[in-house]
């Protein structure tokens, strides 16, 4: 069973074999996405296992067409997993806000950080910046996506991605100042 669509046609029909292998294919993949929303390696790992739970009943309902869909079927669901461990645990809390003003460009700043340092950047924001950012910015879901999947406004998903960015602005404002001095 090596092909994604041999799996998928084995999965439909309940073979544990076959859902062992696409756990194994896309496993560590999808514990990437979740854990960059709950920061806990055994909150991620309780979420991906729960996600593919809904993924082996639901499966039934995709028509395979062709592996990036079939793995974005995958991810969607154990992001919104993600998301309903996070509600679960009410640990997202959004922040008010009292200006929209526009942030300036971070492309200079963020062309000199490594992949890693800006990782860490967002995994320090607070939970409900570093879930809007995700999804917006990583994940690409609009805000009338976002605000359906959280159940908040789209004015708040907006607010909050203003507020991140103005977060990660100032850590790489306090970083290229830690740099130079």
Same mark, same amino acid.
């Given at each position: 069973?090596? *092909?994604?669509?041999?799996?998928?046609? !084995?999965?439909?029909?309940?073979?544990?074999?076959?859902?062992?292998?696409?756990?194994?294919?896309?496993?560590? /993949?999808?514990? &990437?996405?979740?854990?960059?929303?709950?920061?806990?390696?055994?909150?991620?790992?309780?979420?991906?296992?729960? #996600?593919?739970?809904? @993924?082996?009943?639901?499966?039934?309902?995709?028509?395979?067409? #062709? !592996? /990036?869909?079939? !793995?974005?079927?995958?991810?969607?669901?154990? @992001?919104?997993?993600?998301?309903?461990?996070?509600?679960?645990?009410?640990?997202? /809390?959004?922040?008010?806000? *009292?200006?929209?003003?526009?942030?300036?460009?971070?492309?200079?700043? +963020?062309?000199?950080?490594?992949?890693?340092?800006?990782?860490?950047?967002?995994?320090?924001?607070? &939970?409900?910046?570093?879930?809007? +950012?995700?999804?917006?910015?990583?994940? #690409?879901?609009?805000? %009338? !996506?976002?605000?359906?999947?959280?159940?908040? #406004?789209?004015?708040?998903?907006? *607010? %909050?991605?203003?507020?991140?960015?103005?977060?990660? %602005?100032?850590?790489? &404002? /306090?970083?290229?100042? *830690?740099?130079?001095?």
């Amino acid at each position: 069973m090596s *092909s994604i669509k041999t799996l998928y046609a !084995e999965c439909l029909k309940g073979n544990a074999k076959a859902q062992r292998a696409l756990f194994k294919a896309f496993s560590q /993949k999808m514990f &990437t996405h979740c854990y960059r929303y709950l920061r806990n390696r055994e909150d991620a790992e309780d979420a991906i296992i729960q #996600g593919f739970l809904k @993924v082996y009943q639901n499966i039934h309902k995709l028509e395979y067409q #062709g !592996e /990036k869909e079939f !793995e974005a079927w995958i991810r969607k669901i154990i @992001v919104n997993e993600a998301l309903m461990f996070l509600r679960k645990k009410d640990s997202i /809390k959004f922040y008010d806000h *009292s200006e929209a003003e526009e942030i300036h460009s971070m492309n200079d700043d +963020f062309s000199r950080l490594c992949a890693e340092d800006i990782y860490a950047m967002i995994a320090a924001l607070p &939970t409900g910046l570093r879930t809007i +950012f995700n999804l917006y910015a990583i994940e #690409g879901y609009s805000h %009338q !996506e976002i605000a359906t999947m959280l159940d908040i #406004g789209e004015s708040t998903s907006r *607010s %909050q991605l203003v507020k991140a960015r103005r977060a990660l %602005q100032y850590q790489l &404002t /306090k970083n290229n100042h *830690s740099h130079e001095a």
